[in-house]
């Protein structure tokens, strides 16, 4: 469903995401990890056609995201790290323009922006304007908007971050009900999350997979390690 092929992105001289290369199967869902900096924001921002490749390719559900743009998009929800919400806009206006944008019909939108306001706990708020929401709130509307088209594919940047323990828990939850009917590739630095949510992990480093199967696979290869030990020696990190 999602297919990375030597992807790589330079910021100038700075070689960002270096000949990179994945699958993600229909239906997985795939945990992407690596310390901050590593390339995973850069990844998914090109994989969602926000930012172009320098070289390599990458396509949803067969459709290039360079050369098909609007096709891939309309494949994918994309939640980036922090949502690039309209602050002026009440949620459910905001929801509405997105749903609109995403090419939904008056009907459909209505229909999906009660699922979504539900799914994502914003009913209370949704008259509420978006620049007086907490991050935490911001953060649902945001997964709302790659919700409300219910797309087949989900690209979520960081879906816990800023979230307090009792809506982490509550979101981990709808991310394992998302994953029976959604592919999706999840960044995150929780490793408890991948291991509750996740089928397999993708680990990049330095701007290159150095670690790529499904969680079994991995501990396997590791000889069963904890995924935080396996995740320290890839990257030679002490932390996330
Ligand atoms: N617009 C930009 N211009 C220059 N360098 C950038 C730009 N965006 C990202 N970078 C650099 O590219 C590298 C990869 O950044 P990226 O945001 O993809 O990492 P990440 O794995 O998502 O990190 P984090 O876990 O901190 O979100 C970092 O060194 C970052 O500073």
């Not at 700075?14 to 795939?30: I, L, N, P, T």
């Not at 708020?125 to 978006?130: A, E, G, L, N």
Request: glycine share 10%; net charge neutral; with cysteine.
């Amino acid at each position: 469903m999602i297919v990375v092929e030597h992807l790589t992105k330079y910021y100038g001289e700075y070689h960002a995401v270096r000949d990179v290369s994945f699958e993600v199967e229909k239906g997985q869902v795939v945990g992407f990890l690596g310390p901050n900096g590593a390339g995973k924001s850069t990844t998914m921002r090109i994989l969602a056609g926000f930012l172009t490749a320098s070289s390599g390719k990458a396509t949803i559900g067969g459709k290039d995201v360079f050369w098909d743009p609007i096709e891939a998009r309309r494949r994918i929800g994309y939640m980036p790290e922090s949502c690039p919400l309209y602050t002026d806009m009440r949620v459910d206006e905001y929801l509405r323009f997105r749903g609109g944008l995403k090419g939904l019909s008056r009907s459909e939108c209505k229909k999906r922006l009660g699922f979504v306001l539900d799914r994502c706990w914003l009913k209370d708020v949704s008259r509420q304007i978006i620049g007086t929401l907490s991050k935490g709130y911001r953060q649902r509307v945001g997964l709302a908007d790659a919700l409300l088209a219910d797309p087949p594919v989900l690209i979520l940047d960081e879906p816990t971050a800023g979230l307090d323990p009792t809506q982490i828990r509550e979101t981990r939850k709808l991310m394992r009900e998302l994953g029976e009917v959604h592919t999706m590739l999840l960044s995150t630095h929780i490793l408890s999350e991948v291991e509750a949510t996740c089928d397999s992990v993708i680990v990049i480093y330095q701007g290159q997979v150095v670690e790529d199967g499904s969680l079994a696979a991995v501990r396997k290869r590791h000889r069963n390690k904890p995924l935080e030990d396996i995740f320290v020696q890839l990257t030679g990190q002490e932390g996330i």
